[in-house]
């Protein structure tokens, strides 16, 4: 019997690229389309094996017979050509999230979520659980720093699920968030800030989604949460399990005594007479928060705190998070960090390591460049000595929308007004030139944004380095 095929609209997102991985492992016959392919993504996907085009082509997603089944990624507008085609000739699909509860969720189902240190939490809690001889099946939208012992997603045959929980929209067909298809017996929800104005037009419809969220959560069920989360749980319900941690003396997990060095992180961890010692090489103050998270929630589990701590001390992290790019004269960082609040704690963490001058390459979100989340942007900078907006990725503008997405001149003029200096670049040329010729011995460089900045990184680094 031939083996099964499954077709990937979008598949060069990264958990979209990493969940056809996993099923390439498990033999499925997988091919996939996007707008375009940039490593690592591309590069993981062709070293598997997995035949991938640009553009949408139903002759393509259809040469080698008809797909079983077809995950549809939130780039299918409804004009898409494959998207069109699955509809018109009844293919099975399903969206992301729904392939994902169908075929990983498990019995067992750990939801980390939170606007930051989601990705990061659920790579660590599934290095853990591994680590602990769990055999989770788990997905993660980050790419491992060590992808050989932990690939970004993994579908295994134990009770045990470690998923990361999108507050993004489910698909263009289901407004939903993703979180509310992975059945969670066990909540990690590290953060709850306001994001994605473009889908959650006010705060408090962002704080319902998460509201709900908690409210799944079964009887029997654990939820650990920060105590910056906490305030969404206004009167819990008796018999709930709910476990607390941060910094504060009323968590039930405190971490304190917080070390930063351009080596990584130590910490304690204080849980009533008990005290833990934890490293990690991943940098950022912001480590002893998320790994305090997994940490209360891998002791829920039963898990021995000196496998824990083992398990954290030897992972190596992710890619995009404060990921070290090049260390010579100058440090240059590259970092996911896509709205005002990820660059403000990003900013900070590098200002406490470095004492040289700090310049910050920043593009957001779709969402953070919606005119209702100016406002998060006052102060957000004041870790950077300067700023700098490079060219931002074009965005299809709704006709019918009163207010059009910020251009690259607005939002350096919106971050300006309360942390000059802020330069808008909009040529990637001009602006590594700047910073060859700005940046100072002991200076830190740090790329914060969702996007790949067009190579910039890497020509920087070639022009430093020459």
């Known amino acids: ?189 590290t953060s709850v800030v306001w994001d994605h104005a473009d889908l959650y037009p006010t705060a408090d419809a962002y704080r319902a989604a998460f509201q709900q969220l908690v409210a799944a959560i079964p009887p029997a069920g654990v939820r650990v949460i920060s105590e910056k989360a906490l305030p969404l749980i206004k009167e819990p319900a008796a018999g709930q399990n709910i476990i607390t941690y941060g910094a504060a003396l009323t968590n039930d997990y405190l971490y304190t005594n917080v070390v930063q060095s351009p080596a990584g992180v130590e910490f304690d961890i204080v849980q009533g007479a008990e005290k833990f010692t934890l490293s990690t090489a991943c940098l950022g103050e912001y480590m002893a928060d998320n790994l305090t998270g997994c940490f209360a929630l891998a002791r829920s589990l039963g898990i021995d705190p000196k496998k824990i701590t083992k398990a954290i001390a030897s992972f190596p992290g992710l890619k995009r998070r404060l990921e070290k790019r090049y260390q010579g004269t100058i440090t240059i960082f590259d970092d996911i960090a896509h709205s005002p609040s990820k660059a403000q704690a990003v900013l900070e963490s590098l200002r406490a390591i470095y004492a040289g001058k700090i310049i910050a390459v920043f593009e957001p979100n779709t969402g953070n460049r919606r005119p209702e989340a100016a406002r998060g942007y006052d102060g957000a900078f004041a870790g950077a000595d300067e700023v700098i907006i490079p060219r931002l990725t074009h965005l299809k503008i709704d006709p019918t929308e009163l207010e059009p997405p910020f251009a690259g001149d607005e939002l350096a003029r919106i971050i300006g007004a309360t942390h000059p200096p802020v330069h808008y670049l909009p040529d990637d040329e001009q602006l590594i030139e700047y910073l060859k010729q700005k940046t100072q011995p002991d200076d830190v460089v740090v790329f914060m944004g969702s996007h790949g900045f067009r190579g910039m990184i890497e020509e920087l680094i070639k022009k430093i380095g020459a």
């Open 1 to 189: 019997m031939a083996a099964e095929r499954i077709h990937f609209i979008g598949i060069c997102g990264v958990a979209m690229s990493a969940l056809a991985l996993a099923f390439k492992r498990q033999e499925w016959r997988v091919t996939g389309s996007d707008v375009g392919f940039y490593p690592p993504v591309s590069t993981h996907l062709k070293e598997a094996g997995i035949d991938f085009y640009p553009g949408w082509h139903p002759d393509k997603m259809i040469a080698d017979g008809v797909p079983d089944l077809v995950v549809v990624g939130n780039v299918a507008s409804s004009n898409n050509p494959e998207w069109r085609y699955v509809q018109e000739h009844q293919i099975p699909y399903r969206s992301y999230p729904q392939i994902v509860a169908e075929r990983l969720v498990k019995k067992n189902s750990i939801v980390c979520a939170g606007t930051f240190g989601k990705t990061t939490s659920t790579a660590f809690l599934s290095w853990i659980l591994q680590c602990a001889d769990y055999r989770p099946s788990y997905l993660f939208g980050g790419i491992s720093l060590n992808t050989a012992a932990l690939p970004s997603a993994c579908l295994a045959e134990s009770e045990w699920s470690v998923v990361e929980g999108d507050e993004y929209k489910s698909a263009r067909w289901d407004e939903r968030p993703k979180f509310a298809h992975y059945s969670p017996t066990h909540l990690l929800l």
